[in-house]
């Protein structure tokens, strides 16, 4: 499984590699964010809901930053981020 930390990005790529399955059958990744600093942790997404597509979802964690993953432009994009 392909593994993805945001991080403090605001913007950027999904995967480096398209992750396997192919697309047809979908695709598995571990999107994770990490704070780094004095003390490093990673911060979980509480919530998270799909498009009625499923190609786009969108991702908020506890701190009150949201996210919107394009799963098929392989791209995410900070909405609201907020200062750590």
């Known amino acids: ?6 991080g403090s990005r605001q913007q950027g790529p999904i ?14 990744v571990n999107i994770i ?4 600093g004095y003390h490093s942790k990673t911060i979980r ?13 969108l991702a908020g964690d506890h701190q009150g930053n ?3 993953f394009d799963l098929n432009g392989n791209s995410h994009t900070g909405v609201c981020l907020t200062e750590v």
């Open 66 to 68: 949201i996210y919107v």
């Open 33 to 36: 964010h990490s704070v780094k």
């Open 15 to 28: 995967w480096h590699r398209k992750p396997s399955p192919a697309a047809r059958q979908g695709v598995i």
């Open 1 to 6: 499984m392909e593994s993805s930390d945001v």
């Open 45 to 57: 997404f509480l919530n998270v809901a799909f498009d009625s597509s499923g190609d786009s979802l």
